[in-house]
């Protein structure tokens, strides 16, 4: 059985472990089995570009960041587009039949598994495997990568915490996830942030400066000779209230035409100019989605791969691995592609957050 892999979109802690997982057990309990790398991610695939890989390969690599594969993003938009007659879903479809394969495991995030499904409806045999640090794949209840990035984050924050605290600072510390705030949720209660914003609660820069002021109001009352500080996490995505009925690309618009860059860096200004005091913006950037992964993504990624393999050993393709409570599953490709699993904002762990003082910036 000849199985190709390709990581595909943003990378992020624990490709290799799901890579070395789907050798090994491939390796090992499936007859004949030729593993085959695809470098690039689907830029490979339509250039065609292959190479064995072996089992010393897959040694080593457990705790490895990034991807031995290398990934591109090949927008999905892209892929259905002709350009001399050809598109690159036709490349990528023709290529797997020229590298013979019996099948091909794609890991990726929301985007990866869209093209996955389409290539899986051209009759590819398709396994998906859910990866990203944003935790929005619908129908798992978690992807691999997302752990270490919280991880990653929690410990960025108690750091900026002391600096905060020192200075008497609002900190603003902006962490990725463009439509879905889990990786601010998480790493926000994590941390014991104060605040949380987030894309699926739209903020208001009333509410925000309301809730610092009552917070400075707080520390100050309580006579202590520490200074209020205050730490707010946001998303990348996070958006004003105002905002919320733009489409991605006006607000961007209406943004750039305001001067501002970022979401974080605009309110800043505003809390500084409103509330008297100093707001800092920190970025930890992409050492969220660098390094290696920690323990329970090194786990799940093996269980992921595994499984996925054995998928594969069983003829079962059109499917993404996912998690489901302690279990791992599989999900229709067909079902899952072009959906997003977002923070429900009436949700457990958003209620639970503000009854423990909390704010969305939203009220
Ligand atoms: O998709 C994962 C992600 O890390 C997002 O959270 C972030 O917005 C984006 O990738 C950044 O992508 P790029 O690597 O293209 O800058």
């Known amino acids: 059985m000849k199985l190709g892999i390709l990581t595909s979109g943003g990378d992020c802690a624990g490709l290799n472990a799901v890579i070395r997982a789907i050798g090994l057990y ?64 036709r490349l990528m479809c023709e290529n797997y039949r020229k590298m013979g394969l019996d099948c091909l495991f794609v890991l990726g995030g929301a985007g990866t598994h869209r093209t996955a499904a389409l290539l899986s409806s051209e009759g590819c045999n398709v396994i998906g495997l859910p990866k990203t640090i944003d935790n929005d794949i619908f129908g798992t209840d978690v992807t691999f990568g997302f752990q270490t990035a919280v991880e990653v984050v929690t410990e960025s924050i108690d750091r900026y915490r002391t600096t905060a605290a ?27 942030a104060n605040m949380i914003l987030i894309p699926e609660i739209p903020f208001s820069v009333d509410a925000v400066c309301a809730f610092i002021e009552k917070s400075k109001a707080r520390a100050e009352s309580s006579g202590g000779w520490e200074r209020p500080y205050n730490l707010i996490v946001a998303a990348e995505g996070a958006i004003l209230k105002e905002e919320s009925g733009y489409k991605r690309r006006e607000r961007s618009f209406v943004r750039t035409e305001r001067g501002e860059t970022t979401v974080s860096a605009h309110l800043a200004e505003v809390i500084t100019e409103r509330t008297g005091m100093e707001t800092r913006v920190a970025v930890p950037g992409y050492l969220q989605r660098g390094g290696t992964p920690c323990a329970y993504d090194r786990l799940l990624s093996s269980r992921l791969g595994g499984y ?52 969305f910036g939203d009220k």
Not at 38 to 49: K, R, S
Not at 174 to 188: C, F, I, P
Request: no cysteine; glycine share 16%; hydrophobic share 40%.
């Open 26 to 89: 491939a390796l090992d309990n499936i007859k004949n089995a030729e593993l085959i790398g695809i470098p690039g991610g689907y830029g490979g695939l339509i250039a065609g570009e292959s190479f064995e890989l072996k089992r010393a390969d897959f040694e080593g690599i457990l705790d490895r960041g990034g991807t031995i594969l290398g990934t591109t993003r090949q927008p999905f938009k892209t892929i259905t587009v002709s350009v001399n007659g050809n598109s690159k879903l």
């Open 308 to 359: 996925a393999a054995r998928l594969a050993q069983e003829g079962k393709f059109g499917v993404t691995v996912a998690v489901s409570g302690s279990r791992i599953t599989f999900n229709a490709l067909a079902e899952i592609a072009g959906r997003y699993k977002l923070v429900n904002p009436r949700g457990e762990l958003v209620s639970f957050a503000e009854r423990i003082g909390i704010s």
């Open 166 to 192: 020192g200075h008497g600072r609002t900190m603003i510390v902006e962490v990725m996830g463009n439509k879905a705030g889990w990786l601010a949720l998480h790493s926000g209660i994590a941390a014991g």
